[in-house]
């Protein structure tokens, strides 16, 4: 008389797991079809019943009743697996690496993938696999500025503090200017390229028309902008600018402005005598990128400049003019999130940066 297996018993949660695996529609169908095994088991199916029900052979069912007892429903899943074993690992990523900092080939400026992969004799998906799995973009580069300024520590806290932390009962202004400003006439419009992609075009000629140059304030606490165009950015004008700037504020709150470094902004003791609730802040050598107007002039180039085309300077003076005053209805201050950058990353090398 053939040996009959003991009725297979589990808790209650886990028989309802193993019905709902079993009825799955979703998950893979060789666990499905290992649920629907142990399920046979317990509703205390003989082991030849349930599978001549799933076409297979009675050990493989034994198999995974023995597997459910010991480990649960975790263990109708496979066991891990050791796979192939890796054509490409730790060596051929530390010789990649390596090589980044060694000079590249003979007429050419950097390495970039077929060169590495000439190099190490390798595939070029491999080594683009690898550059991409340790975020190296060798084609992408990223420049700043390093300030000199002795005093970059104490300036940059000075300016950096009226963003976060201000003065009661005063305003804090970003006033720069962005000079030469050309009126560029240019055909533009709209061409189909070979790929069938529809992209901006712009002629390779055009005309220059003359340049204007235009003060900018920010305030800070708004982020409205106040502008003046002028022909030239002498002292001169950007004296007459402040008076301006000085005039459309409230006379009992103080102003602090914040500006670079430039000739202009400097040597003008005798026009804050005059306005003695006006306060000059200024930036450290080299680092203008700390005065919060650039992120604007940054926004007013990109929408109301870049692939514009202008017949005279009025049409440039009129664009600006425009620009400013759609940007005052949507105006809001800037969040200042600017990272610590430090000249010394330079010094870093590829490996170190990876490890």
């Known amino acids: 008389m053939p040996k009959r297996a003991a009725i297979l018993t589990c808790s209650q949660e886990q028989r309802k797991?193993?019905?709902?695996?079993?009825?799955?529609?979703?998950?893979?169908?060789?666990?499905?079809?290992?649920?629907k095994m142990v399920m046979g088991c317990l509703e205390g199916k003989p082991v030849v019943q349930t599978a001549r029900a799933l076409g297979v052979r009675s050990n493989t069912v034994i198999e995974w009743r023995n597997r459910?007892?010991?480990?649960?429903?975790?263990?109708?899943?496979?066991?891990?697996?050791?796979g192939k074993p890796a054509l490409y690992g730790e060596k051929f990523r530390r010789q990649v690496l390596e090589l980044l900092e060694t000079p590249p080939p003979k007429g050419q400026a950097c390495w970039d993938g077929p060169s590495v992969a000439k190099r190490l004799a390798v595939s070029d998906d491999a080594v683009w696999r690898l550059l991409r799995k340790e975020g190296i973009c060798l084609s992408r580069h990223r420049s700043w500025c390093v300030s000199t300024d002795p005093e970059f520590s104490a300036k940059a806290a000075d300016v950096v503090g009226l963003y976060l932390n201000p003065p009661q009962n005063a305003l804090v202004i970003s006033v720069d200017e962005k000079p030469s400003i050309q009126a560029l006439e240019r055909a533009t419009g709209y061409v189909s390229t070979t790929s069938g992609k529809i992209v901006r075009g712009l002629k390779s000629t055009y005309k220059r028309h003359g340049t204007l140059n235009l003060f900018a304030a920010l305030n800070v606490f708004s982020g409205s902008v106040k502008g003046k165009i002028t022909q030239q950015k002498r002292r001169v004008e950007f004296l007459d600018?402040?008076?301006?700037?000085?005039?459309?504020?409230?006379?009992?709150?103080?102003?602090?402005?914040?500006?670079?470094?430039?000739?202009?902004?400097?040597?003008?003791?005798?026009?804050?005598?005059?306005?003695?609730?006006?306060?000059?802040?200024?930036?450290p050598t080299s680092a203008s990128w700390l005065n919060m107007v650039e992120i604007w002039f940054g926004i007013f180039s990109r929408k109301a400049l870049r692939g514009a085309s202008f017949k005279n300077t009025e049409e440039l003076r009129q664009a600006i003019e425009d620009y400013i005053a759609a940007y005052e209805k949507i105006a809001k201050p800037f969040v200042w999130r600017k990272r610590d950058v430090k000249g010394a990353q330079l010094k870093n090398t590829i490996v170190n940066l990876c490890n």
């Not at 799955?24 to 060789?30: K, Q």
């Not at 459910?68 to 050791?82: E, Q, T, W, Y």
């Open 17 to 35: 797991a193993v019905a709902l695996l079993a009825a799955s529609r979703t998950d893979e169908a060789r666990l499905v079809e290992r649920a």
């Open 68 to 82: 459910f007892v010991a480990l649960g429903v975790d263990g109708l899943k496979d066991r891990p697996r050791s």
């Open 241 to 283: 600018f402040m008076d301006g700037l000085v005039a459309d504020y409230p006379q009992d709150k103080e102003l602090h402005v914040i500006l670079d470094n430039y000739c202009i902004h400097k040597k003008n003791d005798a026009w804050l005598a005059r306005h003695p609730n006006v306060y000059f802040h200024f930036t």
